[in-house]
């Protein structure tokens, strides 16, 4: 038996790489926040879901089990982000002439048909609507309220930041920027900028196609408490995992964790990842900017939704990724490359797993998760003369577990 390699994380939290270990052995609850299915995911969101999946297949490469959860937001995120705005399946609604029920359930079955393509792993993974959870958030601010942590306004039930004594703990955002943030939405009536809506009502004489009744009043619930309560139903109180893109740390991430606190009064989360952007030309791929890729306008440039994983691999999750058709391009080609070489050259015969390669690639997966490295050893193994076909065959189909 070889030693055992240790998984290190970098953790947003603490901003360092970390070894992991689990709250209990062999397990992992890991939670990723999923899509908001207004509209067709880009690209760029889909690099959240690949991270989702090489966490999940790194830690069972470990020999961890995983249960997992992926959100499906279908309703109470709204279009400003913050507490303003629509919410974005309200206003697709009314723009398309189709229900919110109609709009959630046709991208969502184009999410689950992406991430299918992109061969992300989906076995045993809970992706629970928000609308499914209602109860479940009620509950949760009725025990915020009854804390001390929510207080009620004319337009909803607000989580008290400042009652919150590490508000903003997860990448160390100092207050001004977050108040700054949070200022862009005037809202008198919040004891603090940073305060963030857990209820809010529907507005006075509007009829708002999803709706639900509680002690407060008729409304819907806050994006964030949704994360919060469903990770609690589904995987408990404290989570060994939590993912997203690092637009979620300022705001979304730190509310979930102090909502989740307050509640649970244990720690929420040990483990946070987040991805890196993937850009356009410098900029986010963004519905706000405009420059938007979803993987079948890659397809239709003959570029496969697995050529883009491939790419996505190329680049460390936590640096970012720009976007450029060459870029897809040379990963398809070599993607290709690899492919005829595995079926022309490599035989169906199978042979021994190579411990030297094997471990290796075990040590780059676990440090951090660096897929640019495992991807080149994939190369380093295909050139190498002295193994013979059978034994880079099986050592490949092994790293395949990882890779994808
Ligand atoms: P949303 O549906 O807007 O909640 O976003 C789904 C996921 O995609 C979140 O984890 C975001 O952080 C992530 N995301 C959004 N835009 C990008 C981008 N350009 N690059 C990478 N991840 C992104
Ligand atoms: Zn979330």
Avoid at 17 to 41: H, I, S, W
Avoid at 65 to 89: F, M, P, R, W, Y
């Amino acid at each position: 038996m070889s030693t055992p390699i240790p998984l290190y994380l970098h953790n947003t939290l603490s901003g360092k790489q970390e070894e992991f270990t689990p709250l209990k052995e062999g397990l992992v609850r890991m939670y990723n926040c999923g899509p908001t299915v207004y509209d067709r995911a880009h690209i760029g969101n889909m690099r959240s879901y690949v991270l989702a999946d090489l966490a999940r297949r790194v830690l069972e490469y470990n020999d961890y089990t995983v249960k997992q959860v992926i959100n499906i937001t279908d309703v109470g995120h709204l279009t400003s982000n913050a507490d303003e705005g629509e919410d974005k399946l309200e206003k697709a609604a009314q723009q398309r002439g189709e229900t919110a029920q109609e709009i959630a359930k046709k991208y969502t079955e184009l999410f689950f048909e992406d991430i299918a393509k992109l061969n992300v792993r989906t076995e045993g993974t809970e992706f629970p609507r928000a609308t499914a959870y209602v109860n479940e958030q009620i509950a949760m601010i009725q025990t915020l309220e009854q804390s001390g942590y929510a207080y009620k306004t004319s337009d909803g039930v607000y989580f008290d930041t400042f009652a919150f004594k590490d508000y903003g703990k997860l990448g160390d955002i100092p207050t001004e920027k977050l108040e700054e943030g949070a200022r862009v939405e005037k809202n008198n009536e919040k004891r603090n900028p940073t305060d963030f809506a857990l209820w809010k009502f529907s507005k006075e004489g509007e009829k708002r196609q999803q709706e639900w009744d509680s002690t407060w009043g008729v409304g819907f619930p806050g994006w964030h408490i949704e994360c919060s309560a469903m990770s609690r139903a589904l995987l408990g109180r404290q989570l060994d995992i939590h993912t997203g893109g690092i637009d979620h740390i300022p705001v979304h991430h730190n509310n979930e964790i102090a909502q989740s606190e307050a509640a649970n009064k244990k720690k929420f989360v040990n483990y946070w990842l987040h991805n890196a952007f993937i850009t356009i030309e410098g900029r986010r791929m963004g519905k706000s900017v405009g420059n938007l890729i979803n993987l079948d306008q890659l397809s239709d440039r003959g570029i496969a939704p697995l050529s883009y994983r491939y790419w996505l691999l190329t680049v460390h999750y936590r640096a970012p990724a720009n976007f450029t058709w060459e870029a897809v391009e040379g990963a398809h080609t070599a993607l290709k490359k690899l492919h005829r070489h595995f079926v022309d050259e490599l035989g169906s015969k199978d042979g021994s797993l190579d411990s030297t390669y094997q471990e290796k690639f075990h040590t780059y997966a676990n440090d951090d998760i660096d897929t640019p490295k495992a991807v080149a050893l994939v190369w380093d193994l295909i050139k190498d003369r002295a193994l013979t076909t059978e034994d880079k065959r099986t050592t490949l189909l092994n790293f395949d577990n990882v890779l994808g």
